[in-house]
């Protein structure tokens, strides 16, 4: 593999999100100041080192490559009415389902992702043979009696279903994920190409939408449409040209957007995943165009969900809908917490915090990647989870390699491509550490080259040794968690410094760094139990950021393997009672006990009858029924 430093020099780095101003020609116009004060490193100057995340992304990246790119262009070249012989593919992407083609885009963009990430050619060169059959298609297409431009693997007439109101699927979630494979072929690939394609394909979206008054277009809006306005909107900020941005503005969904923008939470019964795209969105709205508007609308969408409408893993939403936040206690259902909401709340939260960077943000995100994201994934096939139970004793569902292809398993490639996205972020003077995974980042603009060596979380701590051509002054903060607080020790060199945060939950070292430097950080994780919200005697265990999830076996589990095709197959799979703890929160934790080899584990002991009944980290706990959250009681008897 090349040096992190070569492949930058090649020209693989993507530069962060930045904004100029520019005449927009009616269209809100570009902000004179960029609103990002710490932006993100480009997924090429990060590489992850041995750990979990590390496994996770070796095992999607099998699984990308042992998908047959044929298959996935089959009905795209079916539509266009070119010779199309591959065996069709089952599940949400078999020739009769409505969302067929939502697959390859995420494919497009989770093999551009990985490439970046891993800088395997063999990803790129998927990349680009599919873009090069994209672009054959869409121009056969004009040939069938479709408008200019069109790319698809249905027909241009569900749109018309669309603009009509009559029932269909949701063709533009599909279009956005076509198009947001195409943006990241080009992004993080530099294929060209894709920008040719993505390009005429705006044309198409401005043709259909002009054909409307505003006020069809809002209805038009009623139906799904995943994050069309982000993804036209990123357009906007490599094209500059005018159009994208008021085609990204007018799928703005305003009947979602009003009570946002005043400071009111109507998010009870609407569809989760719908929404959260449509927030993404005008996210990216206010770093091109300076709105606060946008930014105020996402923001207090984010805390509400992040806060106050997330289970302990950070997921949300139950049966996909959100329900009003004082009635966690009936949500504890098989069909909770869909995996895309968490990919899309971490992409919303990514925002969040380039805007005000902040030590509680990357709590939640750091919250939903170990116990959300990186849980879905299947240790043994690689293979993605739908939802994620909370209901006590129940398993995870994870999807098959050629018959299931849900929302969830698009998202799912992209999300252990992703890893590196977070783990740093800078401004002009400052380089923030915002999660400790062993990693090693290259900032050639600073000449610097950081190796971040941990095997947390299962041991409290991680180690930051910097590699430098000559001396660099430069602001290193370290984020102190929440879950933290004054514990957390810093070390330079082996001398104690103070571990003092900020306002903002970040612990600044300013100096002159030199070559060989090491920086310790003491993490110390304590026990603790979280209520679910609204009912105190239920709970959830963590140590540290680590959700604890009491493993209860595999008796009566599916024969097969709780593998499926419909993502609700095993959701009225009978699970046995789980026993209620015996004190209170805090002599529970007292109670519990390491057990000898086995890193965060514990018994309950005393608490649970059997008293040999364990608490796991639940990112690893797999192919067996589990609870995450417990009832508690008063013990009985003399």
Known sequence: MKSLLSLIALGLAVAPLTTVAVDTAGASAAPLVSPIKAAAFDLA????????????????????LTLDPDRLLLMFRATAGLPADAKPLGGWEAPGCELRGHTLGHYLSACALMYASTGDGALKKRCDTMVAELA????????????????????ESWFDRVDAQQPV?????????????????????????????LDRLADWVKFRVDRLTPEQMQTSLQTEHGGMNEVLANLYGVTRNPDHLRLAEAFNHQVVFAPLRRGADVLDGLHANTQIPKITGAAREFELTGRTEYRDLARFFWQRVAWHRSYAIGGDSDDEHFFPVGDFSQHLSPVTAETCNTYNMLKLTAHVFAWEPAAATMDFYERALYNHILASQDPRTGMFAYFISMKPGHFKTYSTPEDSFWCCVGTGMENHARYGEEIYAHDDASLYINLFIASELAWPGRGLVLRQETAFPEQPATHLRLQLRQPVKLALKIRQPGWCGA?????????????????????????????????????????????LPGNPNTVAFFCGPILLAGPLGAAGLPE????????????????????????????????LQPVAGQALTFKLGAAAHPDDMMLMPFYRLHHQRYTIYWPVAAPTGG
């Open 45 to 64: 100057s990060v590489r992850l080192l041995d750990g979990p995340f590390k496994q996770a992304q070796d095992l999607d990246r099998q699984v990308l």
């Open 136 to 155: 054959k298609c869409q121009a056969a297409m004009v040939n069938r009696g479709y408008h200019a431009g069109y790319l698809s693997a249905f027909p």
């Open 169 to 197: 699927w949701a063709p533009w979630y599909t279009m956005h994920k076509i198009m947001a494979g195409l943006f990241d072929a080009h992004r993080l690939t530099g294929n060209p190409q894709a920008l040719e394609v």
């Open 487 to 531: 514990a957390m020790t810093i070390a330079v060199n082996g001398r104690n410094e103070p571990a003092q945060a900020d306002g903002t939950g970040y612990v600044t070292l300013a100096r002159e760094w030199r070559d060989g430097d090491v920086v310790a950080v003491g993490l110390p994780m304590a026990l603790r139990t979280e209520p």
């Open 560 to 591: 097969e393997g709780a593998y499926a095709g419909d993502q609700q197959k095993f959701a009225k799979w009978p699970a046995p009672p789980v026993p209620t703890l015996a004190g209170n929160a805090a002599t529970i934790v007292a109670g």
